[in-house]
């Protein structure tokens, strides 16, 4: 299931209970695009409750970075599992957006 | 002031190497300024690889003011071990200026509001300008664009770095990790490989390609480049070696050939 909150120019997505992978990132896709063509401009995913990030879902939400990154908004990941944590250290790719952990730890 | 604290294990491993190397610099910065005991030549290169691993790392982390500053350093550094530069006391204190500002901007790493480094920064420029041999002066600052064969655009770099790296017979490769490839389904550690690299010659260039991921309105991609431009006296399948990828991700942009009485460290 897919939770999605509203306010003004911000959303938050909460993929809960899914995870990100091949799966379920068309679901993702389609939802981070509404939002975005709706005027979203500060959009957070919500990783509660997820366990595994995979390739393809790391490349949807870079992808939804680069869509935000040139209409001014911006991407923000919270909640992130310590895996998934280390994984997007390693991709280096939380220092083109803000990445948080669980405990509210700074990627 | 409290040493910065990292969540992130490659930047705690890259903040410990720094310390451990930074350590040692006051001794070899005091042995550089008395040359006449013999030790100099050993210091300045040790405080050359220093700073030589301080700025590469910093490029790695996309931390911009402290690779500028320790970039500096590196080129004055660099000017001594060659003796183009005598180290006068003045240009040792300007260094241990430098280098104390190295440690403060570490300890503030990814501040929002982090210290001032432009006056020092300029300084040493200044020094650099003045003792460059007269063919190097030109290329100072200059950035140029590197040709890549099968890769667009081409990689930019520093005009007097591929200068150096030509001159002393070093090839130039470009070398083409996928981090998702590479790092999500091989388990490889990108800082341990970058380490390998920053040992084994100079990093060149290094390009994170963000845009091959495409926007939401692009087909789905799974590939995330990572171009290091890079400059070593290896051969090719030594560098592929080195860095744990097969031979036709690593491109050879220039084969040089080293040269004999070069050091090529």
Redo the contacts between chains.
Sequence with gaps: MIVLTREGDKAVIRPSGLDIVASS?PEL?TQ??GV?EDGARQVVVDLSGVQMV???G???L??????LH?LGGKLAVIHASSDI???F????????FSVS?NDG??? | MSEYRTDDPMEQAYLTESRELLANVDNDLLAIERQGDGTGDRAANRVFRAAHSVKSGAGFFDLANLHHLAQKIEGVVDLIRSHELAPTPEIVGTLRLGFDKVKDLMRHFRDSNPPDVSELSAALSRLIVEHLPAGDKPLYAARVEVAVPQESPPVEASALDLRRARHSGKSIYLIRYDLMRDIQRRGINPWEIFKRLIDSGTILATVLDLHSAGTLDDPPSNVLPLAVLYASALEPAQVAHLVELPRERLLVVEKNRPLPNVPVA
Excluded at chain 1, 89 to 96: A, E, F, K, L, N
């Design positions: 990132v896709r981070l695009r975005v995979d390739s393809s790391i490349g949807l870079i992808a939804a970075h680069n869509s040139r944590l280390d994984l250290h390693m991709m280096r790719i939380h220092q083109h952990g730890e700074r990627g």
